[in-house]
């Protein structure tokens, strides 16, 4: 059990190379990181539903650190899209949308972390 926060760290440390790699050098990565420009819809569609399961479990466990680094998480990965269309010039149509989880993450993580139940809960 001693090791399951290393596997975290690995876990994340694998990820997050992995996210840098598909944002600096995206040819680089399709062809290293196993995946396809066919197959985004279907890896979009898992990536949705593991981030709405994991968001669902924080909830129902009311584990307000989980719910607060999920936002802030929820927020980076929208304005990262944001940021991509608007630097492609497309519409605030699909660049406002996201633009708004962006405000509502950042919101929720601090009313989380500014709320006196976590600081009650954050040892």
């Given at each position: 059990v001693k090791f399951i926060p290393t596997l975290g760290?690995?876990?994340a440390l694998a990820l997050t190379a992995a996210g840098l790699a598909f944002l600096v050098a995206p040819d680089w990565?399709?062809?290293n990181l196993a995946h396809t420009r066919e197959g985004l819809p279907?890896?979009?569609g898992g990536r949705y539903l593991g981030l709405g399961l994991a968001f669902a479990m924080f909830?129902?466990?009311?584990d307000l650190r989980g719910l607060g680094v999920m936002s802030i998480a929820g927020a980076l990965m929208?304005?990262?899209d944001a940021a991509t269309y608007a630097a492609a010039g497309e519409p605030i149509s699909l660049i406002a949308p996201h633009v708004a989880v962006l405000v509502?993450?950042?919101l929720v993580a601090?009313?989380?972390f500014r709320s006196s139940s976590?600081?009650?809960?954050?040892q």
């Open positions: 760290w690995i876990v990565a399709f062809a279907t890896v979009f909830a129902y466990w009311r929208a304005a990262v509502l993450g950042l601090h009313f989380i976590f600081k009650g809960h954050a």
